[in-house]
T-cell receptor, first 114, second 110 residues
């Protein structure tokens, strides 16, 4: 059984650029959620995908978008990067969308926007 | 508004002493409550969830709906308990969205 993997581990971009972060879910998991963790804060929910459809979204602007593929890998895309987008981005997969589901986290992608 | 509050950013206890990490929440409904832990150089992982009513690594947490709290407790702290602890709740109002607190960094002094 493989765990959740994220790539790249670190990324540096400049303001206004676009970025794509990738996540491979744990085997058998059909649900993936993305979180943003700013320094000194807890993870903040961006959105969730279930069977390739968006299944909930947090308080993030439309320039944050995502995709989930048939093999349950997923992407987080951020357009028009802003300095405040600098954070650790976490991907978490789960077996389903029940509220008591256990989340399995990746190690994250550290994004720096200059 | 949904919110998870962890009032202590840093907590230090001596080995063998009891430890309690506080968590209060607000949620308009019936949330599920969790504790997640991040050990040094490891990824965030589930420690326990209230629905399971389990004890993991000697830790327990009781959901107090009257006080809207879900404090994490362990009677005798061990050095390996040093880590970052996050209280979290999930609800079904917007997908399976988890709300995390800001975390408490626990240091167990030998």
């Amino acid at each position: 059984e493989t765990g959740v993997t994220q790539s790249p581990t670190h990324l540096i971009k400049t303001r206004g650029q676009q970025v794509t972060l990738r996540c491979s879910s744990q085997s058998g998991h059909n649900t993936v959620s993305w979180y943003q963790q700013a320094l000194g804060q807890g993870p903040q929910f961006i959105f969730q995908y279930y069977r390739e459809e968006e299944n909930g979204r947090g308080n993030f602007p439309p320039r944050f978008s995502g995709l989930q593929f048939p093999n349950y890998s997923s992407e987080l895309n951020v357009n028009a990067l802003e300095l405040d987008d600098s954070a650790l981005y976490l991907c978490a997969s789960s077996l389903g969308v029940a509220t008591n589901e256990k989340l399995f986290f990746g190690s994250g992608t550290q994004l720096s926007v200059l | 508004a949904q919110r998870v509050t962890q009032p202590e950013k840093l907590l230090s206890v001596f080995k063998g002493a009891p430890v309690e990490l506080k968590c209060n929440y607000s949620y308009s409904g019936s949330p599920e409550l969790f504790w997640y832990v991040q050990y040094s150089r490891q990824r965030l992982q589930l420690l326990l969830r209230h629905i399971s009513r389990e004890s993991i690594k000697g830790f327990t947490a009781d959901l107090n709906k009257g006080e809207t709290s879900f404090h994490l407790k362990k009677p005798f702290a061990q050095e390996e308990d040093s880590a970052m602890y996050y209280c979290a709740l999930s609800g079904s109002k917007n997908g399976n969205q988890f709300y995390f607190g800001t975390g408490t960094s626990l240091t167990v002094i030998p």
